[in-house]
């Protein structure tokens, strides 16, 4: 299988202080993966990293074939409007758009992105799509944020913490979205969470610690979002 | 662009007081240079209209000595200067910006003239060609004008102008009477009066010679006539009417060179000189000028304190949406999109401001017109320059944030609380 997306030996320091230790790994297609860590293990770092966002201190990571840590600033722009969408812990949606404009902000003229109308309605968010963000609740508005990284059509899809600020009902009902969006769509996922929960019902499941990895399992019997027990 | 257009205006918008308040510093400076500018434009209008009259489009060319008018009276007839042609009257009608040219011999006509026992002291007597009164733009009162007979008979009449109808008659019936020119009887056939009445402000001794030999009356008789009265070859002027007051300076240079070629006198201040009055209203607009700069750049320091005020207040809109900004880098916005989302807020923020301002600055002159009595006219170019230039504020006082903007680490943009 080739990987969608693979690191090389990366390092990120912030002064002294090595925040990730040497990680080498290989992410594949349409699978949902779980980085799984307590806070201060370095998954959010390890995230952004790979998602182009942070640059490593060494190392590189590679898209297909395009080495992302090479890139320059405008082609890095371009690589991340077309290849990946980002789901965020506290949504982060444009308070003076609608839902619907919130979810279009990062289309371009350029891409052909997936039906709209289906992408909504499997999001459940179709009634919602004149209301602003403030009349959303929190389940309501990060089903648009993940409406948002998908509509683009792209393959690969950040997940940071997305379920973080939610309650039981609604964080069930994104990840078993964000299952069904898999299955439908064909993207792949990667989740960071602290929550072990969410990972059991991932295709393969990472444990960082310190800033290394220290497991890296296939899930062989993933369970369904609904039979998450949440504590 | 056209999208960042919207999305400023929805933001503009979602801020109504604070992006009003912002604009305020612009539309004060805009608002102050358009008045200030309206107002000088309608000075230097007033100024032109005062010494040359609305709608005539007239300039004289005189025979001059030194600075004055050549006087016949005290110095005789000049040698060298030639009869004009009819020749050389058309080389004058085909001077670009000409329309009209016509010749005239004039002497001053003091106690010359009779009615009676009434005499017209003061005011000018004119020997004309058939085309002046069509040039001078004149018309006919009373009675009637000129015809080709009362030029080819010679016949012994005159026209009035109402200055002179009236000292001369004083409200008695003017037609058909007989008046003594140096001891030779004319008839009155007609009174003329200039087309646009003219009304003259008189703000100087200068000015006052300029008119006095209009308002004290003047009388025609056919050119062919003045030799009866005083001398076939006398110096004459030309008069010319052109087609804009603005070639008044061109057209009068050049009738003047034209006329001078055909000369040959001794001294050499002696020679054919347009009456430039263009030039005096210029010059006396000139006058007023420094001052107006000054206003201006005056005006310009508000508008920089409102670029200032411009650029904080896109700095605070930096700082308050840096999580937007860090959400549209994340997800791909290039550095450049960002730039350009902030210019744009810049200067639609300005440009709005400038075009307000150009309203204010309109209702503001047309106020200082009425309370002042001065005339205002509005200058489109200078309405349209406001407008760009206070883009040009938003643009150069939006550069720094916008920058900021572009700048942002993305992570460290969307951990902004």
């Not at chain 1, 390890?46 to 297909?64: A, D």
């Not at chain 1, 299955?183 to 960071?192: K, P």
């Not at chain 2, 005011?123 to 004149?138: A, E, H, Q, S």
């Not at chain 2, 009637?144 to 007979?149: A, D, I, Y």
Request: charged share 20%.
């Amino acid at each position: 299988m080739i990987p969608i997306l693979s690191a090389e030996k990366i390092t990120k320091d912030y002064g002294k202080e090595k925040v990730i230790k040497g990680i080498t790994l290989a992410i594949y297609q349409e699978t949902f993966t779980v980085i799984l860590g307590p806070s201060g293990s370095g998954k959010s770092t390890l995230l952004n990293i790979l998602s182009g966002m942070v640059k490593p201190t060494t190392g590189t990571v590679k898209y297909e074939d395009k080495i992302i840590t090479a890139l320059s600033q405008t082609e890095l722009a371009d690589w991340k409007r077309n290849n990946i969408g980002y789901v965020f812990q506290n949504y982060m949606l444009l308070s003076n758009l609608t839902a619907e404009e919130n979810i279009k902000v990062g289309i371009s003229s350029k891409m052909t992105p997936l039906a709209f109308d289906r992408l909504t309605h499997i999001l459940e968010i179709d009634g919602l799509l004149d209301k602003f963000p403030a009349q959303l609740s929190g389940g309501q508005q990060q089903r648009v944020a993940i409406a948002r990284a998908v509509i683009k059509g792209t393959h690969l899809i950040f997940c940071d913490e997305a379920t973080g600020a939610l309650d039981e009902e609604n964080s069930k009902k994104v990840v078993e979205l964000l299952h069904s969006l898999k299955n439908t769509f064909g993207v792949t996922i990667l989740f960071t969470t602290h929550n072990e929960q969410i990972a059991h019902t991932a295709n393969r499941i990472i444990t960082m610690k310190d800033g290394m990895i220290i497991s890296d399992e296939e899930n062989e019997s993933p369970i369904s979002a609904n039979d998450m027990i949440w504590r | 662009m056209l999208e960042n257009i919207r999305l400023s205006l929805q933001g503009l918008w979602s801020h109504k007081m604070r992006s009003f308040l912002t604009m305020l510093g612009i539309i004060i400076g805009i608002a102050a240079i358009i008045a200030i500018v309206s107002t000088i434009k309608g000075t230097n209008e007033q100024i032109k209209e005062n010494l040359i009259g609305a709608g005539d489009n007239t300039v004289n060319i005189q025979f001059y000595q030194g600075d004055y008018p050549y006087e016949i009276d005290y110095n005789g007839i000049p040698d060298g200067v030639p009869v004009i042609s009819e020749e050389t009257r058309q080389q004058l009608l085909d001077l670009k910006h000409v329309e009209g040219a016509s010749l005239y011999t004039s002497r001053e006509a003091y106690n010359v003239v009779y009615y009676k026992n009434t005499g017209l002291s003061g005011g000018r007597i004119y020997g004309v060609d058939r085309n002046y009164l069509d040039t001078c733009n004149y018309i006919i009162k009373k009675g009637r004008g000129f015809t080709e007979s009362d030029y080819k008979k010679f016949r012994k009449v005159a026209l009035l102008d109402e200055s002179s109808a009236e000292t001369l008659f004083q409200g008695e019936e003017p037609i058909g009477k007989t008046l003594e020119i140096q001891r030779e009887p004319f008839i009155v056939i007609g009174v003329i009066a200039k087309s646009s009445q003219f009304e003259p402000v008189i703000n100087t001794i200068e000015e006052y010679y300029d008119y006095s030999q209009n308002n004290n009356g003047a009388l025609y008789v056919p050119d062919t006539t003045w030799p009866i009265l005083y001398s076939y070859d006398e110096p004459q002027s030309a008069v010319l009417k052109l087609d804009s007051v603005d070639n008044m300076t061109v057209a009068g240079r050049s009738a003047a060179e034209i006329l001078n070629s055909k000369i040959n006198v001794q001294d050499d201040t002696m020679k054919y000189k347009a009456d430039d009055l263009l030039k005096k209203a210029e010059d006396i607009q000139k006058l007023g000028q420094s001052t107006n700069m000054m206003l201006i750049w005056i005006a310009g320091i508000s508008l920089l304190v409102g670029g200032i005020g411009v650029m904080n207040i896109m700095l605070v809109s930096v700082t308050e949406r840096t999580q937007e900004i860090g959400l549209k880098k994340a997800i791909g916005a290039r550095k450049g999109k960002v730039l350009g989302q902030f210019l744009t807020e810049a200067a639609v923020l300005t440009s709005l401001g400038g075009l307000v301002g150009v309203i204010v600055g309109i209702v503001l002159a047309e106020v200082i017109s009425r309370v002042t009595g001065t005339l205002m006219a509005i200058s489109v170019p200078a309405a349209v320059l406001a407008v760009v230039f206070s883009m040009f504020i938003g643009i150069l006082f939006g550069l720094l944030p916008s920058y900021k903007a572009a700048n942002l680490n993305p992570i460290e943009a969307l951990r902004h609380e």
